[in-house]
């Protein structure tokens, strides 16, 4: 049985470039969407954080009688605040987490918004700001 010679079999410039240009645009139709779903979840992420905290914030009070001030911060949830003979802590499995950019979560008592405020500064880290980069608060 004889194959026939006449072309090398393989492919041609022009086919791996048009495979080539198709994936480029399927990856530049793809990403955005993909990347922007990490920031909606990061910011899930930080608002359940910031539950979370609050949570043992008021298991806190229940024991201790009253919220930890802003300079023992949220720091009282996991280690005992010297002159605390209530405390019956840790409130928290772990160390405080930082929030889902890596930043300390930020804890003031009495707060602005309420008795308590706790907030990220979001993926920015500045005030304000809209999207991921909008404040998220227990407010």
């Known amino acids: 049985m004889k194959l026939s010679s006449g072309r090398n079999a393989g492919f041609t410039l022009l086919e791996l470039l048009v495979v080539l240009v198709i994936i480029g645009l399927l990856v530049g139709y793809v990403a955005p969407r993909y990347f922007s779903q990490i920031g909606k979840s990061e910011v899930k992420t930080a608002?359940?954080?910031?539950?979370?905290?609050?949570?043992?914030?008021?298991?806190?009070?229940?024991?201790?009688g009253h919220y930890p001030d802003s300079e023992q911060g949220?720091?009282?949830?996991?280690?005992?605040?010297?002159?605390?003979?209530?405390?019956?802590?840790?409130?928290?499995?772990?160390?405080?987490?930082n929030d889902?950019?890596?930043?300390?979560?930020?804890?003031?008592?009495?707060?602005?918004?309420?008795?308590?405020d706790i907030m990220s500064l979001g993926k920015d880290g500045q005030p304000?700001?809209?999207?991921?980069?909008a404040d998220i608060g227990n407010w």
Request: aromatic share 10%.
């Open 128 to 133: 304000g700001g809209t999207a991921e980069a």
């Open 47 to 64: 608002r359940s954080q910031i539950k979370a905290l609050e949570d043992a914030l008021d298991q806190y009070r229940l024991d201790v």
């Open 74 to 97: 949220l720091a009282a949830l996991f280690t005992q605040p010297a002159g605390e003979a209530r405390w019956q802590g840790p409130y928290l499995k772990k160390a405080v987490p």
């Open 100 to 116: 889902p950019w890596g930043k300390a979560y930020l804890y003031k008592q009495p707060g602005e918004h309420g008795e308590l």
